[in-house]
């Protein structure tokens, strides 16, 4: 049985200002979910509050995996749950190679109860597993020996978040606007290694504004975040729509959440 991501009637303030107003959506192993929507609209509010961001306040409303309530729980306790968050800004660690970063990650999923230094997956099972991985998603060997993100390009940084979740596995991976800045070519190349690693027992919740990264990860539902909270789903033909017309025809059909989504805005430029 596929494991299920439910989110019920989620209510997020970040400081004194709510942001999410009541999101509710169920994500299945398997299944991948486009979320799109203007700016101020919530949607990287949403996947920060999903992976357990301290600065991103649940007031109300619940967020469980397999009925088990996970909205107390920190983020490396949702992680070992099976959560991937892809940063839209990934940060960059100088002095800590690619590989010792992923190592230390993968140790700590796969042994949660293992003591500082102690229990990391053996350096030869882990260079085997790390090398098949980055052949198959076309990756040179040589970038797990450089220092996490430092002096790499948008497209590199974005690959090694990809890498991250083949070596992790996760049950739920949600990539907030991972096509950020990054040119056709390097785009592709990501949109590429995440349709390798989508499957049955990986569901995917894709935030974009753009049609680009769905090219090769065509979704089964496409929600759209206006206002803090979900006010239509379809299937990939709404995010094609979306992408040719913007949210004009959105916000006239959804003129309450329009409002809230500008005061939004208004709030958070202030």
Same mark, same amino acid.
């Given at each position: 049985m596929s494991s299920l991501l439910k989110i019920t009637d989620l209510h997020?303030?970040?400081?004194?200002?709510?942001?999410l107003k009541g999101v509710n959506m169920e994500i299945r192993q398997g299944e991948v979910h486009a979320l799109m929507g203007p700016n101020g609209s919530g949607k990287s509010t949403l996947a920060y509050a999903l992976a357990?961001?301290?600065?991103?306040?649940?007031?109300?409303g619940s967020i469980d995996i397999d009925g &088990?309530?996970?909205? *107390?729980?920190?983020?490396?306790? =949702?992680? +070992?749950?099976?959560?991937?968050?892809?940063?839209?800004?990934?940060?960059?660690?100088p002095g800590v190679k690619v590989a010792d970063f992923i190592r230390h990650a993968v140790s700590n999923i796969?042994?949660?109860?293992?003591?500082?230094?102690?229990?990391? &997956?053996?350096?030869? *099972?882990?260079?085997?597993?790390? =090398?098949? +991985?980055?052949?198959?998603?076309?990756?040179?060997?040589?970038f797990a020996r450089r220092y996490l993100n430092d002096g790499f390009s948008g497209g590199e940084k974005k690959r090694m978040e990809i890498l991250?979740?083949?070596m992790l596995q996760p049950r739920f991976a949600i990539l907030d606007e991972t096509d950020s800045g990054l040119d056709s070519d390097a785009v592709r190349v990501v949109s590429e290694g995440l349709a390798r690693l989508s499957g049955p027992q990986m569901g995917v919740l894709i935030i974009t504004h753009h049609e680009r990264l769905l090219e090769f990860n065509r979704p089964q539902f496409t929600h759209v975040m206006?206002?803090?909270?979900?006010?239509?789903?379809g299937d990939a033909s709404l995010a094609h729509e979306l992408h040719a017309n913007g949210y004009a025809t959105v916000r006239e059909r959804h003129p309450e959440a329009a409002a809230d989504n500008a005061q939004t805005v208004a709030a958070v430029t202030t």
């Open positions: 997020v303030s970040v400081g004194e200002t709510p942001i357990g961001h301290p600065n991103y306040f649940v007031t109300s &088990v309530e996970i909205t *107390e729980l920190g983020a490396d306790e =949702r992680a +070992r749950l099976g959560m991937f968050l892809a940063f839209q800004y990934p940060v960059v660690i796969r042994n949660p109860d293992r003591k500082e230094g102690e229990g990391l &997956v053996p350096m030869r *099972e882990f260079r085997r597993e790390i =090398r098949e +991985r980055m052949e198959a998603l076309n990756m040179d060997t040589e991250q979740m083949a206006l206002g803090g909270r979900i006010v239509e789903t």
